[in-house]
């Protein structure tokens, strides 16, 4: 065991801070987690969230956004192509794209465009909505805005009107029949389009989204269906519409191979359809960038094995490569990076407003009756002998006995007393056995499951499927830390519930360097609030949540980092009240009122409310109706 004192680096190291923060997060001396936005410049979260609630007295859960964050990415991704290109003497421009379905919030869209002006960064569109959202930008003249998608007429007519305003839209066709359409109305409306097409390629990414790509994609055309894309607008005289070819094999592609293998491909098709007289300008890769939310640097689903900087060197690499040897020029390079920009930049910050489990749990033992069934008295004797040496055998002996005992009472043969008794035995047991498990290091797989069921359940004021719907749909990892006392060895071991009626409503999967843990490492409370960060929140997590259980969206803050350590709080956005949820359901607010109001009066007159007691419940029902859907505690 240690001998020297538990500093902030062990906190640090015990988090995986520095692997996955991507040096926007850090632990400070103080032990309480910083965002550093920018070079010399940090905000201490737990100062943000004090002034917040004992300041303004403004109500949690709530999501932090930095867009200094947010425009660092923008330019960590743009300069590191530059780098690339300069390196390698590649004779082409790089134009990203971002897709905004990955975050549509005003906030995320305006800060990119703004500091992507300067790298002619544009926006990509997936259906009408998103593309009349964009058209409303202010964009670098020459910045690309891609609409994706399965298109309608309405949506083709948009896309054109957008080049009317002097904006570079580009219509990907992701089918072959939308060809027609745009043709269609390119012709009604006189308006020249310039086209992209989507290609399936054979290459595939890699992780969760594996089967976005493949023959069987659900967008893209293949191989002939392409050539006619080029014959058709041959004959119409229309060769010099189609300006870009599109590619895409899914989002968080864990391993740096695949994307060499897309790109090649991609390059080669570009390279083919040049060679055949298509005046192409532009090679857009898709996105796929992905993020390391976990710090492994591994090709595990929620890792990557590669840095932005290999990404971009990577792909210029292979499509310079590639085009010298087809002695083709070399195409401006398009990416359509989403999570990777956005995820950085939002922190869900939670409450823990309780901790309960079998270690904390009441702790008395009800003394036995008499006549007490023999499993009891097992129970009591593995109470009694449980040692260093024996206790992960103890612990087997009782599981089976609680087995038992819960059998015997299903069938009447131990009664309820007994049986109160027997679980309380049980819980003395397990915490008699995880006090031999203090200090060691790693738990054996044998006993991973007696972890989960050691662990505190530490209840945690937010809504899983609002604001981490991907870790309840498909498992994503997000890290999770204590904003403080992270100078303070933590000495409970605690998996996450929420506040829905949700039985799925749980984290028991956390983010490590070798594997997934079954629990996270925490602190007892101590009568002072407790806060947890959810990081990385930004890409898709702000935007697919969903209103289970009527909690609706979270509050939210936008700070900016100052010199000295001071920051400034540009925006905050109190979360949806409980009215906007109530009424999304199709209610209407005056409905409900007017049903209480009448309710009550009738109460009045039956005499079970006095008209004072009446107008205080008329009075309480309506602020809860203007209140926040989450727990509201004082001094929380
Ligand atoms: C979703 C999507 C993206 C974004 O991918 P990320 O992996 O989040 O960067 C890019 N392009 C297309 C076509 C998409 O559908």
Redesign the pocket.
């Known amino acids: 065991m240690k001998t020297t004192p538990y500093s902030t680096t062990d906190a640090a190291e015990l988090y995986g801070i520095p692997s996955w923060s991507g040096g926007w997060f850090r632990v400070n001396d103080k032990g309480h987690v910083d965002a550093t936005p920018a070079p010399g410049l940090h905000a201490t979260l737990r100062d943000v969230i004090d002034e917040l609630v004992q300041e303004r007295g403004e109500s949690l859960p709530v999501i932090l956004r930095f867009p200094q964050i947010l425009a660092g990415r923008v330019r960590q991704l743009n300069e590191a192509f530059r780098k690339a290109i300069q390196e390698y003497g590649y004779t082409g421009n790089y134009q990203g794209v971002f897709?905004i379905?990955?975050n549509q919030r005003r906030m995320v869209v305006e800060t990119i465009a703004q500091a992507g002006y300067d790298y002619a960064h544009g926006l990509?569109a997936?259906s009408k909505a998103e593309l009349a959202l964009c058209l409303a930008q202010d964009m670098h003249p020459n910045a690309l805005l891609c609409c994706?998608g399965f298109k309608d007429d309405g949506f083709i007519k948009l896309a054109l009107w957008g080049r009317t305003l002097g904006k570079n839209v580009v219509i990907t066709i992701e089918k072959y029949s939308e060809l027609d359409r745009i043709l269609k109305q390119a012709r009604a409306l006189g308006v020249k389009p310039a086209i992209g097409v989507?290609f399936k390629l054979h290459a595939r990414g890699s992780g969760m989204?594996e089967e976005?790509g493949g023959d069987q994609a659900k967008?893209g055309l293949n191989a002939y269906e392409l050539l006619r894309v080029v014959e058709r607008l041959r004959e119409e005289d229309m060769l010099d519409s189609l300006v870009m070819l599109?590619t895409?094999i899914?989002?968080?592609?864990t391993d740096i191979r695949r994307v060499k293998v897309a790109v090649r491909e991609a390059t080669q098709v570009y390279a083919g359809l040049v060679a055949d007289g298509v005046p192409l300008k532009y090679l857009n890769v898709?996105?796929?960038?992905?993020v390391d939310y976990d710090g492994s640097k591994t090709t595990f689903y929620v890792s990557t094995n590669y840095t932005m900087q290999e990404y971009a060197s990577d792909i210029v690499y292979t499509v310079q490569e590639t085009c010298k040897a087809r002695e083709v020029a070399e195409p401006t390079i398009v990416s359509?990076?989403?999570?990777?920009?956005t995820a950085h930049h939002a922190v869900l910050i939670v409450p823990v407003v309780d901790v309960t489990g079998p270690t904390l749990d009441v702790q008395a033992i009800p003394p036995a009756q008499e006549g007490q069934h023999q499993v009891v008295t097992d129970m009591e004797e593995i109470l009694g002998n449980i040692s260093g040496r024996n206790y992960r055998e103890m612990y087997n002996d009782a599981v089976g006995d609680k087995q038992t005992l819960h059998n015997l009472f299903d069938l009447g043969y131990v009664n309820l007393y007994d049986r109160a008794r027997g679980e309380a035995l049980f819980n003395a047991i397990l915490r008699k056995v995880s006090r031999q498990l203090i200090g060691e290091k790693y738990v054996p797989d044998e006993l991973e499951d007696l972890q989960k069921v050691l662990a505190d359940k530490y209840i945690c004021n937010f809504s899983l499927f609002q604001s981490l719907p991907d870790n309840w749909a498909i498992g994503a990892l997000f890290p999770i830390t204590p904003l403080s006392r992270l100078n303070e060895e933590p000495t409970r071991q605690g998996t996450l519930v929420d506040i829905t009626c949700d039985s799925d409503g749980k984290i028991e999967k956390f983010i490590d360097l070798r594997d997934v843990k079954a629990t996270l490492p925490l602190h007892a409370l101590d009568g002072d609030p407790y806060y947890l960060g959810f990081f990385l929140m930004g890409?898709?997590q702000d935007v697919l949540g969903s209103a289970h259980n009527l909690f609706g969206k979270v509050s939210e803050a936008h700070v900016t980092a100052r010199p000295g350590g001071k920051y400034h709080i540009d925006l905050f956005v109190r979360g949806q009240k409980a009215r906007r949820m109530i009424e999304s359901m199709g209610y209407e607010e005056a409905m409900l009122r007017e049903s209480i109001q009448e309710q009550s009066a009738k109460a009045r007159k039956g005499g079970t409310l006095d008209p004072l007691q009446e107008h205080e419940l008329l009075e309480d029902y309506d602020e809860e109706l203007l209140g926040y859907t989450y727990l509201e505690y004082e001094n929380e």
């Open positions: 897709p379905k990955v990509e997936g994706n989507r989204w976005s967008f599109h895409h899914g989002s968080q592609i898709g996105g796929g960038l992905g359509e990076s989403g999570r990777a920009l890409a898709y």
